[in-house]
Every structure is written in structure tokens, then in C-alpha cells.
């Protein structure tokens, strides 16, 4: 069993930068691999990136390849989403969740309650 808390979203002007962090509970955090996803009104969940259990491998959707970074840190049993050059088109709930690290929302396990992305233009 693994639960996970986001934290680290909130409103933020274009151009700007946020990090995500989703803690995990559990002593098998780093047997997953750990994926975030976001979901805006109206709209079906959408990948944004995922890595690997070990952290060597990392996977981003092209709509925020170059923008966006996830890394882990399985000694903190956290994972992480740095958003630089945020847009308006950002804004959603961003949900992290453990699985395997793939765009997918049907190979992940678990899930957080997600927190909220807000991009001002």
C-alpha cells in the first residue's frame, strides 16, 4: 500500500515556475515508478511525465518537454515536478501517482488527491 500527498501548487503569473512534491508513505515507494498527471475542467486526465523507479529514466508529454522536469529522491520517499515557463494552458489539478512509468493512467495503482495549478496570463 502506498499513499501519496501533493503539495506545492498555487497560483502562479505566466512565464513563472512551481515545483510539485508528492510525498509517499510506504517502504516500497521505490519499487515504483512514479508518474504525474493533470486534469482541467472539462477536460479527461492528461500525461505530463513519468520516471522510472530508479530515477534513470524519465518520460515528458511534448506539451511540456523543455519546460517541465521530474526527478525523485528515493531516501525522501518524494517525487518531484519542476514547472519553469509556465502557461496559461498549465493550469489544472496535478495529481501524482505510483505504477509503472508509463502515459497511462490505467498503469498506475495509486493515487494522490492532487493539488491545484492556477497560471494567470
Known amino acids: 500500500q502506498v499513499q501519496l500527498v501533493e503539495s506545492g501548487g498555487g497560483l502562479v503569473q505566466a512565464g513563472g515556475s512551481l515545483r510539485l512534491s508528492c510525498a509517499a508513505s510506504?517502504?516500497?515507494?521505490?519499487?515504483?515508478?512514479m508518474g504525474w498527471f493533470r486534469q482541467a475542467p472539462g477536460k479527461e486526465r492528461e500525461f505530463v511525465a513519468a520516471i522510472s523507479w530508479s530515477g534513470g529514466s524519465t518520460y515528458a508529454a511534448e506539451s511540456v518537454k523543455g519546460r517541465f522536469a521530474i526527478s525523485r529522491d528515493n531516501a525522501k520517499n518524494t517525487v518531484y515536478l519542476q514547472m519553469n515557463s509556465l502557461k496559461p494552458e498549465d493550469t489544472a489539478v496535478y495529481y501524482c501517482?505510483?505504477?509503472?512509468?508509463?502515459?497511462?493512467?490505467?498503469?498506475?495503482?495509486?493515487w494522490g488527491q492532487g493539488t491545484q495549478v492556477t497560471v494567470s496570463s
Open positions: 501517482a505510483a505504477g509503472e512509468a508509463l502515459p497511462h493512467p490505467s498503469a498506475y495503482e495509486y
Open positions: 510506504g517502504r516500497t515507494f521505490r519499487s515504483y515508478g
